[in-house]
C-alpha cells in the first residue's frame, strides 16, 4: 500500500522567504507527526497531531513554525521567514495513534535556506 | 530527564558477518523501544520492536534485545549484507507519551 507521501522532495529558498511543506500520511492513520533533521543528526520532534487537533506543539522551535492538518489527512508545514539555520530535512510519519504504535515515515522535504 | 543514546558512532564489518548495535535510554519510566534503519536520502524505515514485558525480540535477520536493569537495547542483524549499510536509530517511548525519542545513529558499514 501507499506510504507517507511528502512534497516537495527538496526546495531551495532565500532568506526571509515563507515556504509550505506538505504530508500526506497513510490513509486511515489518526496521529501525524512533524520531525527535523540536521545534517548528521537525530531526529527532533516538532508537532504531534491527533485528528486534526494538535495537543503538543512543543517542539516548534520558534512562532515562525505553524502547521495545521485538516480533514485528518493531509498536513502542512509552514515557516515564515526563513534562517538559514532552518536548512534541514522535515520528516514526516503517521501512525495508528496509540502509544506503542510505531511511526512510519516519508521520505522527507530537504529544505535550503540560501 | 529523556535521552536516547548510542555507544558506537560507526560500526564497520564484513559481510557475512554478524553486526551488534547498542543503544542506551535513561527513562526508566520507557516501555516501548523501535529500531529504525535510514539510508542516505531516505526516511526512516521501521526494522522491530519491542515491549518493556518483553527481553528478546526476533524477525527476520534481526534480534532485538532489552536489558531494563541497565536500560540497555541492541540490535543483532545477522550474517550482514551491503544493503544492510545505513544509519540505525533507537527510539523509546513510554506509556503515556505518544511521542518518540530518537538517539543520534550508528552509521553501519558492511565491507565486501
Known amino acids: 500500500g501507499a506510504g507517507v507521501s511528502q512534497s516537495p522532495s527538496n526546495k531551495v529558498t532565500e532568506k526571509g522567504k515563507d515556504v509550505e511543506l506538505r504530508c500526506d500520511p497513510i490513509s486511515g492513520h489518526t496521529a501525524l507527526y512533524w520531525y527535523r533533521q540536521s545534517l548528521g543528526q537525530g531526529l527532533e520532534f516538532l508537532i504531534y497531531?491527533?485528528?486534526?487537533?494538535?495537543?503538543?506543539k512543543s517542539g516548534l522551535p520558534s512562532d515562525r513554525f505553524s502547521a495545521e492538518r485538516t480533514g485528518g489527512s493531509v498536513s502542512t508545514l509552514t515557516i515564515q521567514r526563513t534562517q538559514q539555520e532552518d536548512s534541514a530535512v522535515y520528516l514526516c510519519?503517521?501512525?495508528?495513534?496509540?502509544?506503542?504504535?510505531?511511526?512510519?515515515f516519508g521520505n522527507g522535504t530537504r529544505l535550503t535556506v540560501t | 530527564g529523556e535521552s536516547v543514546g548510542l555507544h558506537l558512532p560507526t560500526l564497520s564489518v564484513q559481510e557475512g558477518d554478524n553486526s551488534i548495535i547498542n543503544c542506551a535510554y535513561s527513562?526508566?519510566?520507557?516501555?516501548?523501544f523501535i529500531w529504525y534503519k535510514q539510508e542516505s536520502g531516505k526516511g526512516p524505515q521501521f526494522i522491530i520492536d519491542?515491549?518493556?514485558?518483553?527481553d528478546k525480540r526476533q524477525g527476520q535477520r534481526v534480534t532485538v534485545l532489552l536489558n531494563k536493569t541497565v536500560k540497555h537495547l541492541s540490535l543483532q542483524i545477522a550474517a550482514t549484507q551491503p544493503g544492510d549499510s545505513a544509519v540505525y536509530f533507537c527510539a523509546e517511548n513510554s506509556g503515556s507519551n505518544y511521542k518518540l525519542t530518537f538517539g543520534k545513529g550508528t552509521l553501519l558499514t558492511v565491507n565486501p
Open positions: 497531531f491527533q485528528g486534526n487537533s494538535a495537543p503538543d
Open positions: 527513562n526508566s519510566a520507557s516501555d516501548y
Open positions: 510519519a503517521s501512525s495508528w495513534g496509540r502509544p506503542g504504535s510505531p511511526l512510519h
Open positions: 519491542i515491549r518493556s514485558n518483553m
